[in-house]
């Protein structure tokens, strides 16, 4: 129906490019709350979220580890809220309910089994290991994917390089001109793939609500039909 895919490696991101990380998070959340007796009042969800958003940028810059990651959102929560609980209880509760919520984004599986097709997918994500394996046993994505790599098993996390050259050391036959990074976040996904010397395109699904800040990518794309239009060589219809 369409042309020659441009690249035939694929390193999709997971969170909020496949996976609606949103709804994940707000059902695991509530859930936490409820199993830890903590009775739920308006906004919290979104305050957790800004708070759990804060963290990662952080981590992305390396400034805190994953396990200071995991204590300080709970506890920057707790704090906001003045609720007496143990940190790390309420996230491990939390991270327990996020591995069972695997919801995906609408299309995401037609996209990856139609993309499987005819190149390698691969997922690349900063997810927690135990959340991205509860997941990854149960996905409808699982028998198109080639292969997983979580940060926290490869050592090293996106933004970083040494990320991205681990990635590549565990692809066959890995050539760089084959292969394209497509995320959603410029600060770990493009950036990364800045770091890597590889190709990039950015899924813009805030539609413009973030800007670059110095990264680069190949294309910038707002939903699934964009992202095939780029794929797919465009004028090269056969
Ligand atoms: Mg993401």
């Not at 299309?107 to 993309?115: M, Q, S, V, Y």
Request: net charge negative.
């Amino acid at each position: 129906m369409m042309g020659k895919l441009l690249y035939d490696i694929l390193l999709f991101d997971a969170d909020n490019t496949l996976y609606d990380f949103d709804a994940c998070e707000k059902i695991a959340f509530r859930r936490a709350l409820d199993a830890a007796g903590i009775s739920y009042a308006e906004g919290m969800t979104e305050t957790y979220s800004e708070i759990n958003v804060g963290c990662w940028k952080r981590f992305e810059r390396g400034e805190i580890t994953r396990e200071e990651l995991t204590r300080l959102r709970y506890a920057l929560f707790l704090e906001r809220y003045g609720i007496a609980f143990d940190a790390l209880a309420l996230n491990g509760l939390y991270v327990g309910f996020l591995s069972e919520a695997a919801i995906l984004l609408p299309g995401a599986e037609d996209l990856i089994r139609r993309l499987s097709a005819e190149a390698s997918v691969y997922i690349i994500t900063n997810g927690l290991s135990r959340v991205q394996h509860g997941r990854f046993d149960r996905s409808p994505l699982t028998p198109y994917v080639k292969d997983v790599f979580i940060s926290e098993e490869l050592g090293a996390n996106k933004p970083d390089k040494l990320y991205f050259d681990r990635v590549i050391a565990r692809i066959p036959g890995f050539e760089r001109a084959r292969a394209v990074v497509i995320g959603d976040s410029l600060t770990s996904d493009i950036k990364g793939a800045n770091n890597a010397g590889l190709h990039a395109v950015w899924y813009d699904r805030s539609r413009g609500r973030e800007r670059p800040d110095g990264q680069v990518f190949d294309a910038r794309v707002t939903d699934y039909r964009e992202l095939l239009r780029f794929l797919y060589r465009e004028g090269e219809e056969t």
